[in-house]
């Protein structure tokens, strides 16, 4: 089991950029694929992208030219630089791992943080 925490959400205007983090601990970072989920008020939770233990990334095609995912497996950490903001990017954004390959089914990530806020206002 690993733990995850999120950080870096906040209240921004639109097209701004900003980074979330989300620091793990626990089992050994490198052997888990990690991910970028998020839900909005009153909809489900949806994939915003996902980075394999080597390194090779997928993304959803609403942020695909947008934002990139990174990880750091020396500082137990992986990113989500997002840029060009837009209002309908606020939601809470969950980090997630997994043990196996990187997809993109929210049921297939065992390990959960607790989310960060992310509101872009017009």
């Known amino acids: 089991q690993v733990q995850l925490v999120e950080s870096g959400g906040g209240l921004v205007q639109a097209g701004v950029s900003l980074r979330l983090s989300c620091a793990t601990s626990?089992?050994?970072?490198?052997?888990?694929?990690m991910a970028w989920f998020r839900q909005a008020p009153g909809k489900e939770r949806e994939f915003v992208a996902a980075i394999s233990r080597s390194g090779r990334t997928s993304s959803a095609d609403s942020v695909k030219d947008r934002f990139t995912i990174s990880r750091d497996n020396a500082k137990n950490t992986v990113y989500l630089q997002m840029n060009s903001l837009k209002p309908e990017d606020t939601a809470v954004y969950y980090c997630?791992?997994?043990?196996?390959?990187?997809?993109?089914?929210?049921?297939?990530?065992?390990?959960w943080g607790q989310g960060t806020q992310v509101i872009v206002s017009s």
């Open positions: 997630a791992a997994e043990e196996a390959t990187y997809n993109s089914i929210p049921s297939r990530y065992t390990d």
């Open positions: 626990g089992r050994t970072f490198s052997s888990y694929a």
